[in-house]
């Protein structure tokens, strides 16, 4: 893997910020932004964390911020032997740490409570994605979201 410095880092970090303001979900965004550390290339990467935009297929579940910490993890440090049971719970280890800091920080894993969104509103979802305006990015948190996670997977990069 490469180096690791601080710059580089931050640098993924803002590339996860801009890639979610070009468009791309909050899953995509954070998993393009480490895809290459894994062999993954930038197209490879979108296709793989498309579906869990808006809380998983825009249902409102878990926030695609988030979602894409599992997907880093598992790329970091999955298990790729069945019988491997060391290797399933040192990964399930970290993906409880890093979904736990991104708890405290955000408030909660879950998109419809992030989004503040309540009862039917929670409970209607459409699978439409919603157009990217201007006025859309002033009323989501999104951005600050994937910030977050994308901070919160170099700071375990960092430090591992």
Do not use: W
């Amino acid at each position: 893997m490469v180096e690791l410095s601080n710059e580089h880092l931050e640098q993924r970090v803002s590339r996860a910020v801009d890639n979610f303001m070009e468009g791309y979900g909050c899953c995509q965004s954070v998993v393009a932004a480490f895809a290459d550390l894994y062999g993954l290339d930038k197209e490879t990467a979108l296709r793989v964390a498309a579906g869990f935009g808006g809380g998983v297929g825009r249902m409102r579940m878990m926030c695609g911020a988030v979602s894409a910490l599992v997907i880093l993890v598992g790329l970091d440090c999955g298990q790729t032997e069945g019988s491997d049971r060391e290797g399933k719970s040192a990964c399930y280890k970290v993906v409880q740490e890093l979904l736990a800091q991104s708890k405290a920080e955000n408030g909660s894993l879950i998109c419809s409570e992030i989004l503040g969104l309540k009862g039917v509103e929670k409970a209607v979802s459409s699978y439409v994605a919603s157009p990217r305006t201007a006025e859309y990015y002033k009323t989501r948190p999104c951005a600050a979201k994937v910030e977050s996670a994308a901070r919160i997977f170099a700071t375990y990069l960092k430090n591992k």
